[in-house]
T-cell receptor, first 113, second 113 residues
């Protein structure tokens, strides 16, 4: 079955530590996205990538980094510079074909302890 | 600057009645619009979409209307069912440019039996 997988589902991090969230898709999609959801804030775009080895900052990129070395994978690193990292993180992918929808993973809940 | 706005944080309707969820956008370059449904701690699932060359798209109980001159779209659910209770997100993209997906803050729909 094709789909998009995020792991882990729950993640705990100590203050000052970097942590990497995994996102893998087998839909053969070129475009991939990372969003953050906070209560009352909706989905805010962190980074997106339209093709391998290329990515762009979204609206709230500070304190985050990404890589896109493979088409299937788009990991997100939450660095110690991110002031409020506790949130629900969502990864999505989409074909670079006009007027098609993006598919989402099940999300990772990150909690800083 | 919020480019996609859902001004109603919540909406409550009776089972069997119509639910109307609204969305406004400011970027005239958006040419593709989508609605997603989301349950807590899960990823959003795609519902229905519309391209800017249309003013209406229908799929079963769900209809999306687009008014380009007003930069407004709405999602109609008829008849509403208790299982429709969820957060609904409006999203928009400029498919002719960069496939960047921008979301609104969401509307919590509660359908009462």
């Amino acid at each position: 079955d094709g789909g998009i997988t995020q792991s882990p589902k729950y993640l705990f991090r100590k203050e000052g530590q970097n942590v990497t969230l995994s996102c893998e898709q087998n839909l053969n999609h070129d475009a991939m996205y990372w969003y953050r959801q906070d209560p009352g804030q909706g989905l805010r775009l962190i980074y997106y990538s339209q093709i391998v080895n290329d990515f762009q900052k979204g609206d709230i990129a500070e304190g985050y980094s990404v890589s896109r070395e493979k088409k299937e994978s788009f990991p997100l690193t939450v660095t110690s510079a991110q002031k409020n990292p506790t949130a629900f993180y969502l990864c999505a992918s989409k074909a670079r074909v006009m007027n098609t929808e993006a598919f989402f993973g099940q999300g990772t809940r990150l909690t800083v302890v | 600057d919020q480019q996609v706005k859902q001004n109603s944080p919540s909406l409550s309707v009776q089972e069997g009645r119509i639910s109307i969820l609204n969305c406004d956008y400011t970027n005239s370059m958006f040419d593709y619009f989508l609605w997603y449904k989301k349950y807590p701690a899960e990823g959003p699932t795609f519902l229905i979409s519309i391209s800017s060359i249309k003013d209406k798209n229908e799929d079963g109980r769900f209809t999306v209307f687009l008014n380009k001159s007003a930069k407004h779209l709405s999602l109609h659910i008829v008849p509403s069912q208790p299982g429709d209770s969820a957060v609904y997100f409006c999203a928009a993209s400029n498919e002719g440019s960069n496939y960047k997906l921008t979301f609104g803050k969401g509307t919590l729909l509660t359908v009462n039996p």
